[in-house]
């Protein structure tokens, strides 16, 4: 028993040993080491590196500029190439049309076929003769290429939350700002094209830069994130991924299959016929859910410590959301550039230096009013945060008056 107790010993020391060692590596990488000199010392003490150590890794290299961030993943994915450990698993569930890793998986290919057979085509052309025929050729792909939007929001809102779970952070950190600058880049190369100019080489150059970003996005989702989830997330929870995607919608293909794992169907969650006396009346779970439901507007509730607790689910939601953010902090459900603002308005809540704020903004066809109430016991104790969203359009277009039913 001693003997194998030292193993286990030695061998978790072994592990710690090579996640210094790895950590090492990366920092002197980072410091601005010669990248020839790191993949040396990476492929002499390291060799294959796994997705468990990757997700390890990750949560030391969280705060970083943007610059850095796309110079270090950049690197990354050239140490990375060929070098990550296959997982051996007996079943593999993501090879099932309509498991969420097979769908984003079409999705991929989907992409890189808009990008190798149209874009870089319509792109060489343009670079040959900017003719007004070339430039509407790059700005329908373009247009097409946006679809990416519905891929990085399933990824984002359902794929790192239940990670979020797991104690993995970085995907929800680095990986979302890096959506948003492939996101970004597409509206900038819009936006140059819309106008054009003359400037072909500007056009050129962040066509390139977006072609190689989403090529490495596609490198990065099918070697590193969708590995690290298959390594850890359970069959319910891919079940409830696959229900949602629905919801958000899919990029470049038009239909899903129904995934149905060999498994016992999860039963349908149970509304209780119970009520809920409150000060001036009461109402049944089911008569409050859809009361709520049936609202004009979207509301969600913040708890005191900032986890997302409800949201009501009307027919037309102005932003995509799903269930997987119940659970997760409010910080890590809006984008990382957007984050600072959500934190000094929660501050200025529970400090009492405020009891509402309000924004308005154009979203789509949407002219979009959203509403931020302190939510305050009776003692006036701070216990939450309650986001009210309305699509106030319709209602600036009302004019004159009408007392009779249409």
């Not at 670079?127 to 329908?140: P, W």
């Not at 596609?218 to 919801?247: C, G, Q």
């Not at 349908?268 to 009361?291: H, N, R, V, W």
């Amino acid at each position: 028993m001693s003997e194998l107790i030292n193993n286990r010993e030695q061998k978790a020391i072994s592990t710690n040993q090579r996640l210094s060692m790895l950590k090492k590596i990366f920092t002197d990488l980072h410091n601005g080491k010669n990248i020839s000199e790191v993949k040396a010392h990476f492929k002499a003490f390291i060799g294959k590196i796994t997705i468990d150590e990757i997700a390890q890794l990750s949560h030391e290299f969280e705060d970083l500029t943007l610059e850095e961030l796309k110079r270090i993943y950049q690197q990354h994915t050239e140490i990375f190439m060929g070098a990550i450990a296959e997982t051996e698993r007996p079943d593999r569930p993501e090879e099932q049309p309509g498991h969420p890793v097979h769908t984003f998986k079409l999705e991929n290919e989907e992409l890189d076929k808009l990008l190798q057979s149209r874009l870089l085509l319509h792109l060489w052309k343009f670079e040959h003769e900017d003719s007004e025929e070339n430039t509407y050729q790059l700005l329908d792909d373009l247009n097409l290429l946006y679809d990416i939007d519905k891929h990085f929001n399933r990824k984002e809102h359902l794929i790192f939350p239940y990670l979020e779970r797991y104690g993995i952070n970085g995907p929800s950190v680095n990986m979302w700002r890096l959506d948003d600058l492939v996101r970004d880049t597409i509206k900038e190369a819009k936006e140059k094209l819309t106008n054009y100019q003359g400037d072909k080489k500007a056009v050129s150059h962040v066509l390139n830069y977006l072609i190689q970003e989403v090529e490495a996005m596609i490198y990065r989702e099918e070697n590193i994130l969708f590995p690290m989830a298959l390594e850890n997330f359970t069959e319910d929870e891919w079940v409830k991924i696959a229900h949602e995607s629905d919801e958000i919608g899919f990029c470049l293909i038009d239909s899903v299959a129904e995934w149905k794992p060999e498994r016992k169907a999860l039963d349908a969650e149970a509304i209780s016929e119970g009520f809920i006396k409150m000060e001036t009346g009461f109402l049944s779970l089911k008569q409050l859910e859809l009361l709520l439901n049936h609202l004009p507007v979207d509301i969600t509730f913040i708890d005191h410590e900032d986890v997302v607790r409800y949201f009501s689910h009307g027919k037309e939601r102005i932003f995509a959301r799903t269930k997987a953010v119940i659970g997760r902090t409010v910080q890590n459900c809006h984008p990382p550039k957007s984050v600072h603002v959500v934190e000094e308005l929660l501050a200025d809540f529970k400090a009492g230096r405020k009891d509402r704020e309000d924004f308005y903004i154009k979203f789509r066809d949407k002219y979009v009013y959203i509403q931020y109430f302190a939510v305050r016991d009776e003692n006036g104790s701070y216990i939450g945060t309650l986001e009210f969203t309305q699509n106030i359009a319709p209602i600036q277009a009302i004019d004159g008056e009408k007392r009779i039913l249409s």
